[in-house]
């Protein structure tokens, strides 16, 4: 279920039970964190998998999101129009290396970063390694990603972790620019 505008939708879950989805309760956590930073915010849902996490910023606020994913993106694209908020999005088919790219190219940077890569594959460090590079997030801006808890942090040049909170099996490490 979604929060803020959209309200009560339930979002379609995927029939590939490789994907794991952020659980409703990490969601509710991370954005009662964010919950002063998401308006007007400009968003990415790096590895969106449902587009659950970029909808849920949509709704609480976010002037826009881009979604990225490899494999799902009918499924973002669903969740969005059931959500009705399909107008600020942009959907990306893409490796996330060539989307973060792509962002670069198109768009100038965003407030609020939001990695979620599938577990174990040090997906996390190439992603922050990218951002960093491509200079993706802006001044104030955060990143957040969604780890197993019994990862490493992932290295992260020019970016300072400032805070961890574990969920049952999962974690989420924010950080901000390192400079």
């Known amino acids: ?25 990490v969601r509710e956590s991370l954005f009662n964190i964010l919950a002063p930073s998401i308006n007007d915010a400009t968003f990415l849902d790096l590895f969106a998998g449902t587009g659950a996490v970029g909808i849920e910023a949509l709704s609480r606020g976010a002037v ?12 973002i694209k669903a969740n969005l129009a059931r959500a009705r ?15 973060l790219e792509k962002c670069k190219k198109y768009y100038t940077s965003f407030n609020i970063i939001y ?26 801006g955060i990143v957040i990603i969604e780890m197993a808890r019994d990862e ?10 400032y805070d961890a ?9 924010f950080y901000k620019r390192g400079d």
């Open 1 to 25: 279920m979604i929060a803020g505008a959209a309200r009560g939708i339930a979002l379609n879950s995927p029939k590939d039970t490789r994907m794991r989805p952020t659980s409703g309760r």
């Open 64 to 75: 826009s999101a881009v979604f990225v994913d490899r494999d799902s993106t009918r499924l």
């Open 85 to 99: 908020l399909q107008t600020n999005a942009i959907v990306m088919m893409a490796d996330f290396s060539a989307a």
């Open 115 to 140: 990695i979620d890569p599938p577990y174990y594959q040090n997906l996390a460090s190439k992603s922050l390694e990218l951002i960093a590079g491509y200079d993706l997030l802006n001044k104030n």
């Open 152 to 161: 490493d942090l992932p290295a992260a040049r020019g970016f300072t972790a």
């Open 165 to 173: 909170r574990g969920y049952g099996k999962s974690k989420l490490i």
